[in-house]
C-alpha cells in the first residue's frame, strides 16, 4: 500500500510538472503576466491544488487512485471495442458471427465490476471518517456567509473573542467591472481582512449564514462545507505548513457569488499569539462608545466606509442602485424627515430579504451609513442619526 | 406524410386508407393532431429550437468567459443565462426530444395503430408550447429570468423576482405533460402489442421507454411538490425552506434532488435504447445479452432512487450518510458497466459499417464512457469534497448529457430519420457533423476537468486569472459546436425533410432489424391499422 502510495505521488508530481511545461506553453496574452499564486491555483494547473493538510494528501492519493484504475478499465474496454472496429469490419470481409448470448460471462462481468467498486470505496471509508471527525480541535471559529462577504468569530480557543468581516479588495471588483482586469496573481482572491490561523492547531471551522446557503472552501485543505442559513455544520483542517491559503465560495449564492473569496493565512505558533494580541488591543481602540455625540463630517467619513464595505455591492457607489435594487439617490425612504423610517429599513431589512436586515452592525456604523446616505449625491438633507437613535431604534 | 413538409410523391402511399383517412390539411393537422408520427414530428422540432434557445444562452455564457473580467453582461445576468441554459436544456430540448422518438418509434415498434390516447398525447405536446413560452418570456419580466440555478435551491429562490412564479408555473405544466406523455407510453406498450410481440421480444428502445415512463411519474409529481412548497413559501407564508421560520434548505435539496437523480437517468434511458438498436444493425449481429441489458436497465432506475444525496456530500450529512451514498452510487456503476460490455461483445466478430448513425453510437460509447467514469470518481466522497460545485462537475455531466443523450438523439435521427422523411440524409454530411461535434464537444469540456480539479467553482460570471486559457479554449470550442448543430439542421434535417435527396428505401440498412423496416419509406400516415401476423422472433411482418 505505501510503495503503491508513494508511487503514485510520484505520478503526480511528474503530471504536475507537465502541468508546469503544458502551461507554460499555452500562456496566452490573457495570462501573460499571471504567475502562479503559491497556495491558490496555478497558471492552467492540470490537478488538485498542493496538499497542507492530511486529509487533502488523502483526497489526492484517492483522486491518483481512481484515475489510474479507471484508466486502466477505459484502455481495456475500448482496446477490445477498437480492435474489434478495426479488425470486424465488413470491409474487411469480416463476416458476422452468430453468437448473442453466455450467461457464464454475464455473470463474470456483473460479479468482478462489483468487487472493484467495492474495493474502490474501502480506502475512501477511512477518509470520511477522518474528515467528519471534528472533536478535540484547538481553535473553533465560526465562518458566516452574508451576500457577500465572510464574516468570522473566533468561538474557542486562543484569540476567543475576536470577529471581524472579510471582504473581497474593492479595487479588483472595480476592475472585474472594466471587463479589462489587470493580470495579478491574486486577481479575485484579494482580501481586505484575512482568516488567521495556527499552523498545526486542529482548526474547527463552524459554518452557518445569514441570508442565502454559501460554501465554504479552501482547496488546499481539502475542505467544502457547505454554510446554510439557520443551521450549523462543521469542519475541520490542520495545516501542517505556513503560508497563505485561497478559496472561494462554491454554492451560488446570487448575483455576487463570484465575488466572495476566503483567504486563510496561517501562522507559526508565535506569529499567531503576536497576531491575536494585537487584534485584541485594535478591537479595543475601535469600539464605539454608543453614547457619543458625533459632528456630521466626521459621521460622514465614517459612513462612507460603512457604505462602502457593505452596501456599494448592491446600491452602487453612485447610490443608483440597478435593476431590482433600489436606487439611494433621490429616494423618499432616504430623504423622508422621519429618521426613523431609514433606519428601520436598514435594521430590519426590507422585500422579503432582497434588502437584508443589517443587525449586525454596530449602532455607530448604522448611524453614520444612514447618515452618510442623506447627505451625499443629491441628497442633501442635513439630517444628522446619532447612534443613540440607533439604539432607540433596536428596541 | 409524416415529417415530411412537402412532398411531391408522398400520395403514392397507401391509397385504400388515405381516402377516408388521409392526413388534415393545414394548421388544422397539427394544432388538432392525434397522429403519433405528427405528434413526434413537432415533439422534435420544438426540442430543436430549445435546443438552438439553449445553446445561445450557452454561447452567451462562454462569450462571457472568454477572458477574466465582465465585458458583456452584469453577474446578476450570467446567472440568469446559467439558470435557464440549464432548465431549457433538461425540460424543453432533451426530454421532450426523447418524448418524440417514443411517440414515433414506440407504435411502430410494437406493430400498433397508433398511442393509446391520441388526444391526451395531443395535449401533452401543446402544453409544452405555453409553458416553453412562460420560461423564455421570463426574460422579459421585471427583475429577469430565474437566476438561483436550475437546481432552484432555497432559500435564493426566494430572493427572485416575479419571473421565478412563471419559471415555477412552467415546470409545472411541463411536468404534467410528461406525466401525461408517460401514461400514453406505458399503456401503449403494455397493451397494444401486436400479437407475438411479448415483452421480452420487444426492441430494446421500448424497454428502457416503459422503464423510463415509470421513473417519469414517480419523480415528476415530486419535482412538483419541492417547486409548490417553495411558492407557497414565496407568496403565502408557509416556511418549508425559509430558516427565518424555522424550515429547512437542506429539506428541498432532498425533495430536489429525489427528483433529479432519476432524472438523470430518465434524459439517458431512453437514449441507451437508440444505441441498443443501432449497434446491432451496423454490426450485422444480434444485440448481445438482450435479457441481460433489460434487467441492468431496470437495475439501474431501481439504484437511482436511493443515490440522490451524493448531489449533497458537502451539506454536511453524519458520516453514515456520507458512506451509505458513496457505496450506493458506486453501485450504478456495475449495471452502467454492463451495458458498456453487452456493447462492446455485439460489436465483437460483428461484419461492421460505420454510416453516421454508427459513428454517433460508438462515439457515444467512447465520450458517454468517459463521463461514466468522472461519475465514479465524483461518487467517492472525499473526492467530491474537492470537486463538488466545480467546473469539474460541469465536465462531467455535459459529457454524459451531451456527449451522452445528444449524440443518441443525433445517431437516432440519422438511423431512422430516412424511415420518417421518406429521404437519405447526405453521408458525408453526417460524417461531417460527426467529426465536428466530437472534436468541438471535447475541446469544449475536456478543459473543465482541469478547471475543476484546480478549484474553478461553477456559476461564475468571472474568475482567477490563472484560469484563463482553459476557458478560453472551452469559450472557442463552444463556439464551433454550437455552429455544428445549426450546419446539422440546415444542411442534413431540413434537406431530407424537404425530399432532397436519394429516397429512401423501406430498409435502407441492410443489418437492420424490426417491424419500422418492414414499412415503406416513408412510414405511411396511418400504419398497423389492424394487428400484423409477426413471425416468431417478432421482427418480420408475415404476409
Not at chain 2, 411531391?8 to 393532431?33: F, N, Q, T
Amino acid at each position: 500500500m505505501m510503495t503503491m502510495k508513494a508511487r503514485l505521488q510520484n505520478v503526480g508530481q511528474r503530471v504536475g510538472q507537465l502541468s508546469l511545461i503544458v502551461g507554460a506553453t499555452l500562456a496566452s496574452h490573457a495570462a501573460l503576466a499571471v504567475g502562479n499564486l503559491p497556495g491558490g491555483p496555478a497558471v492552467n494547473q492540470l490537478d488538485l491544488h498542493p496538499p497542507v493538510t492530511q486529509i487533502a494528501a488523502d483526497q489526492r492519493w484517492l483522486h491518483y487512485f481512481m484515475l489510474v484504475i479507471c484508466t486502466v478499465i477505459f484502455i481495456g474496454v475500448f482496446g477490445v471495442m477498437f480492435y474489434s472496429i478495426f479488425q470486424h469490419r465488413k470491409s474487411k470481409g469480416a463476416k458476422p458471427a452468430n453468437f448473442h448470448e453466455s450467461t457464464t460471462v454475464e455473470i463474470i462481468w456483473t460479479i468482478v465490476p462489483f468487487i472493484i467498486v467495492i474495493l474502490m470505496a474501502l480506502p475512501a471509508t477511512k477518509t470520511v471518517v477522518a474528515m467528519k471527525d471534528t472533536s478535540a480541535a484547538d481553535v473553533t471559529i465560526k465562518a458566516t456567509g452574508v451576500q457577500w462577504k465572510w464574516g468570522y468569530d473566533y468561538l474557542n480557543g486562543e484569540g476567543e473573542g475576536i470577529g471581524f468581516v472579510s471582504t473581497l479588495d474593492v479595487s479588483q471588483r472595480e476592475a472585474s467591472d472594466t471587463g479589462k482586469p489587470q493580470p495579478v496573481d491574486d486577481y479575485l482572491l484579494k482580501v481586505d481582512n484575512p482568516l488567521v490561523v495556527p499552523v498545526d492547531k486542529k482548526i474547527r471551522i463552524i459554518t452557518t449564514a445569514s441570508d442565502v446557503i454559501h460554501a465554504f472552501m479552501v482547496p488546499s485543505f481539502g475542505i467544502k462545507q457547505d454554510a446554510i442559513p439557520g443551521f450549523v455544520r462543521d469542519t475541520w483542517f490542520r495545516a501542517e505548513k505556513t503560508g497563505d491559503y485561497y478559496g472561494q465560495c462554491a454554492e451560488l449564492c446570487g448575483k455576487e457569488h463570484a465575488y466572495m473569496p476566503i483567504h486563510v493565512k496561517v501562522l507559526s505558533q508565535a506569529d499567531y499569539t503576536q497576531w491575536v494580541n494585537g487584534k485584541k488591543k485594535e478591537m479595543a481602540a475601535l469600539a464605539d462608545d454608543p453614547a457619543k455625540v458625533w459632528a456630521l463630517p466626521d459621521l460622514m467619513a465614517r459612513g462612507e466606509k460603512v457604505y462602502a464595505a457593505n452596501c456599494a455591492a448592491c446600491h452602487q457607489a453612485n447610490g443608483k442602485g440597478g435593476g431590482p435594487i433600489k436606487p439611494l439617490d433621490g429616494s423618499p425612504v432616504v430623504l423622508d424627515a422621519d429618521k426613523g423610517k431609514q433606519v428601520h429599513v436598514v435594521l430590519n431589512g426590507q422585500n422579503n430579504g432582497a434588502m437584508p436586515a443589517w443587525k449586525q452592525l454596530s449602532d455607530t456604523e448604522i448611524a453614520a451609513v444612514v447618515t452618510f446616505t442623506k447627505n451625499n449625491w443629491s441628497n442633501k438633507t442635513g439630517q444628522v442619526v446619532q447612534p443613540s437613535e440607533v439604539v432607540a431604534a433596536r428596541k | 406524410m409524416s415529417a415530411v413538409i412537402d412532398h411531391p410523391g408522398g400520395h403514392a402511399v397507401d391509397h385504400s386508407h388515405d381516402h377516408e383517412h388521409g392526413a388534415p390539411h393545414g394548421w388544422r393537422r397539427w394544432l388538432y393532431a392525434t397522429n403519433h408520427k405528427d405528434i413526434g414530428t413537432m415533439y422534435l422540432l420544438f426540442s430543436f429550437t430549445m435546443l438552438m434557445v439553449g445553446g445561445v444562452l450557452a454561447l452567451l455564457i462562454r462569450a462571457e468567459l472568454f477572458q477574466p473580467g465582465l465585458q458583456f453582461v452584469n453577474p446578476q445576468m450570467f446567472n440568469q443565462f446559467t439558470t435557464m441554459h440549464g432548465l431549457i436544456m433538461v425540460f424543453g430540448a432533451i426530454m421532450p426530444a426523447f418524448v418524440g422518438f417514443a411517440n414515433w418509434m414506440i407504435p411502430l415498434q410494437i406493430g400498433a395503430g397508433d398511442m393509446a390516447f391520441a388526444r391526451m398525447n395531443n395535449f401533452s405536446f401543446w402544453l409544452l408550447i405555453p409553458a416553453a413560452i412562460m420560461l423564455v418570456g421570463s426574460f422579459f419580466m421585471p427583475g429577469g429570468a430565474p437566476a438561483a440555478g436550475w437546481t432552484l435551491y432555497a432559500p435564493l429562490t426566494l430572493q427572485m423576482g416575479p419571473s421565478m412564479d412563471a419559471g415555477i408555473f412552467a415546470m409545472h405544466i411541463m411536468g404534467a405533460s410528461s406525466i401525461m406523455g408517460s401514461i400514453n407510453i406505458i399503456v401503449t406498450i403494455l397493451n397494444m402489442r401486436a400479437p407475438r410481440m411479448t415483452l421480452m421480444k420487444m426492441p430494446l428502445f421500448c424497454w428502457t421507454w416503459l422503464i423510463t415512463a415509470y421513473l417519469l411519474i414517480a419523480v415528476m409529481p415530486v419535482l412538483a411538490g419541492a417547486i409548490t412548497m417553495t411558492l407557497t413559501d414565496r407568496h403565502f407564508g408557509t416556511h418549508f425552506f425559509n430558516p427565518a421560520g424555522g424550515g429547512d434548505p437542506v429539506m428541498y435539496q432532498h425533495i430536489f434532488w429525489f427528483f433529479g437523480h432519476p432524472e438523470v437517468y430518465i434524459m439517458i434511458l431512453p437514449a441507451f435504447g437508440i444505441v441498443s438498436a443501432i449497434i446491432p444493425a451496423f454490426a450485422r449481429k444480434r444485440l448481445f445479452g438482450y435479457t441481460s441489458m433489460v434487467y441492468a436497465t431496470a437495475s439501474i432506475a431501481i439504484l437511482s432512487f436511493i443515490v440522490w444525496a451524493h448531489h449533497m456530500f458537502t451539506t454536511g450529512m453524519p458520516v453514515t450518510g456520507q458512506l451509505f451514498f458513496m457505496y450506493a452510487t458506486m453501485l450504478i456503476a456495475v449495471p452502467t458497466g454492463v451495458k458498456i460490455f453487452n456493447w462492446t461483445a455485439t460489436m465483437w466478430r460483428g461484419s461492421m459499417t460505420f454510416e453516421t448513425p454508427m459513428l454517433f453510437a460508438v462515439g457515444f460509447l467512447f465520450v458517454f464512457s468517459m463521463g461514466g467514469f468522472t461519475g465514479l470518481i465524483l461518487a467517492m466522497a472525499p473526492i467530491d469534497i474537492q470537486l463538488q460545485d466545480t467546473y469539474y462537475v460541469v465536465a462531467h455531466f455535459h459529457y454524459v448529457l451531451v456527449a451522452g443523450s445528444l449524440f443518441a438523439l443525433f445517431a437516432g435521427v440519422y438511423y431512422w430519420g430516412p424511415k420518417w422523411t421518406g429521404t437519405m440524409y447526405d453521408e458525408t454530411r453526417g460524417k461531417i457533423h460527426f467529426w465536428w461535434s466530437l472534436i468541438s464537444f471535447n475541446v469544449t469540456f475536456f478543459p473543465m476537468h482541469f478547471l475543476g480539479l484546480a478549484g474553478m467553482p461553477r456559476r461564475y460570471a468571472d474568475y482567477p486569472m490563472q484560469f484563463a486559457d482553459f476557458n478560453m479554449l472551452a469559450s472557442v470550442g463552444a463556439f464551433f459546436f454550437g455552429f455544428a448543430q445549426v450546419y446539422f439542421f440546415l444542411f442534413i434535417v431540413v434537406p431530407m425533410m424537404r425530399g432532397q435527396g436519394v429516397a429512401a428505401p423501406k430498409q435502407p440498412w441492410e443489418g437492420a432489424e424490426g417491424l419500422e423496416w418492414e414499412l415503406p419509406s416513408p412510414a405511411p400516415f396511418h400504419t398497423f391499422e389492424t394487428p400484423p401476423k409477426l413471425n416468431a422472433s417478432a421482427t418480420k411482418i408475415l404476409a
